[in-house]
């Protein structure tokens, strides 16, 4: 083992621990995806979403995904960053050899691993319970779970910038949470929406994800669309991290 891949294994065991051990964080993350893809199948149903080419079901299968990243990534990371620089953690690990990379890669790792095993939970449910098929193309959905896993990994830093206390972190990940479950086509269908609006909705961070996790799992998607999906989430992705490295905060505001 490098020495990079221990010091990476300590951090993210370190961080799993604590999040174990944070029941609200933990019951957050293993139920509410689930829970809010069964809620919203209802509503589903009356704005048709076969009109998009599929069905209540894998509307709602799909976009549970989406959820899984923004509720286990997004919204958790953004609390641990904050918790970990106002209990001065970060400052502690930066005086040592640890670069400041690998403590934010560290410090995502459970959450990274609690989202993949939860998508793979969802995709086995969806096929063996809802009578969806397998992916189409599974290489595309793995990649837009981990598109969209990076990605949000460096938003959560972003984020976690502008949050002052743990408790504000439930106002500063809302705009997120709202943009994407609105116009990235998490439980909405973005061809359903109209033509401008759907524009516009199409270059929101998290719209290139879900476009490869339904071209992954539904199949049915051009080229030309999972290149710009693809290209968006980069350019999101690089975005992000290039805001990080300027504005991310390793000590409490005094």
């Not at 690990?93 to 670069?99: A, D, F, W």
């Amino acid at each position: 083992m490098t020495a990079t891949a221990g010091r990476l294994s300590a951090l993210g065991r370190a961080e799993l621990t604590l999040l174990l051990r944070n029941r609200t964080a933990l019951s957050v993350a293993l139920l509410i995806p689930g829970a809010m893809a069964a809620a919203v199948k209802s509503s589903l149903d009356q704005i048709d979403p076969v009109k998009a080419g599929m069905s209540a079901a894998e509307a709602a299968m799909t976009g549970a995904i989406g959820m899984v990243l923004i509720l286990v990534v997004h919204l958790n990371l953004v609390s641990a960053y904050v918790t970990r620089r106002e209990e001065l953690v970060l400052k502690r690990l930066r005086t040592g050899e640890v670069p400041d990379r690998e403590i934010l890669v560290g410090t995502a790792l459970p959450a990274a691993g609690l989202a993949l095993a939860q998508c793979v939970l969802l995709v086995v449910a969806g096929v063996a319970f809802l009578n969806l098929g397998v992916p189409e193309r599974p290489e595309l959905l793995v990649l837009g779970v981990a598109l969209g896993t990076v990605l949000l990994t460096a938003l959560a830093a972003v984020t976690s910038a502008v949050t002052q206390t743990v408790e504000s972190a439930q106002i500063t990940t809302m705009p997120m949470f709202v943009i994407s479950m609105v116009g990235s086509g998490l439980f909405v269908p973005l061809e359903v929406l109209p033509e401008k609006v759907a524009s516009v909705c199409q270059l929101l961070p998290l719209t290139g994800v879900m476009t490869l996790v339904r071209a992954g799992w539904l199949g049915g998607a051009e080229p030309g669309d999972l290149l710009g999906a693809a290209l968006t989430t980069l350019a999101w992705t690089a975005i992000s991290v290039f805001a990080v490295q300027r504005w991310f905060r390793w000590e409490p505001r005094r």
